[in-house]
């Protein structure tokens, strides 16, 4: 056989490979999309309303991982079809910690696949945070999202809760760093009103007085104080 009918075998079991992977990845990405289309909808509502479809869901992606096994994102599916069911139960429960655990180690699979996604390691925080894993992997992770995702509102609004949830546990410098997100988040309107509800949810409010200053968010913030204060008595 000659080197011209040898390079074409070759050159032809290289496409009939590349074809098979791309045809799995497809199939992988249509296995997900239900999955991704009950969550967007449960966000919506704020609540997960089709319970009993989570099984099939979370087989559906399930299949996804085998079928493209290099992409995070169906680790990260997986990570949050579980924090979901961990809300049908009440948080302390050992079925919502054990959910919340089973969700860690698939946010921990999808940062091993790809350490630049804030949204995981964001997740990975949250989850740690919320079974009272203080730790430094919990640190850590939470660090890493704020790295990589500086001007996501998403990630700005989780780490801000978390921070100021954890206020006088931070370092000094974590507390700088916290401060230093919240002054960025403040500079966009979306964001300050939900900012000021979370501080003083958390008895925080000294953290964003001075940040707010004198101007209207700083007026706000002093009147959901008075509220609340209001309400305690």
């Known amino acids: 056989m000659n080197n011209g009918k040898l390079f074409n ?6 496409l009939l490979y590349l074809s098979a992977w791309a045809g799995a990845w497809g199939m992988a990405d249509l296995a997900s999309r239900s999955a991704v289309a009950s969550m967007a909808r449960w966000e919506r509502a704020g609540a997960m309303k089709d319970n009993g479809q989570w099984q099939s869901l979370s087989d559906s992606v399930r299949k996804a991982i085998w079928l493209n096994c290099l992409s995070s994102d169906y680790e990260f ?16 429960s050992s079925k919502s910690l054990d959910d919340r655990s089973q969700a860690m180690e698939y946010y921990r699979r999808a940062v091993a696949k790809r350490p630049s996604s804030s949204l995981a390691w964001m997740s990975l925080a949250k989850t740690r945070f919320l079974n009272q894993e203080l730790d430094r992997e919990t640190f850590g992770a939470l660090e890493k999202a704020m790295v990589f995702g500086p001007w996501d509102p998403v990630i700005q609004l989780k780490s801000i809760w978390i921070g100021l949830a954890l206020w006088k546990q931070l370092s000094r410098s974590k507390q700088d760093e916290l ?6 988040s403040v500079t966009r309107p979306a964001l300050v009103k939900r900012i000021i509800v979370m501080a003083v949810q958390l008895d925080r409010e000294d953290v964003l007085r001075p940040i707010l200053g004198d101007g209207w968010p700083g007026r706000r913030l002093e009147k959901l104080v008075r509220a609340r204060d209001k309400r305690k008595k």
């Open 77 to 92: 599916y997986m990570g949050k079809l579980f924090e979901w069911r961990s809300l049908s139960s009440s948080v302390w």
């Open 179 to 184: 401060v230093a997100v919240i002054k960025r």
């Open 9 to 14: 075998l070759a050159a032809l079991g290289a």
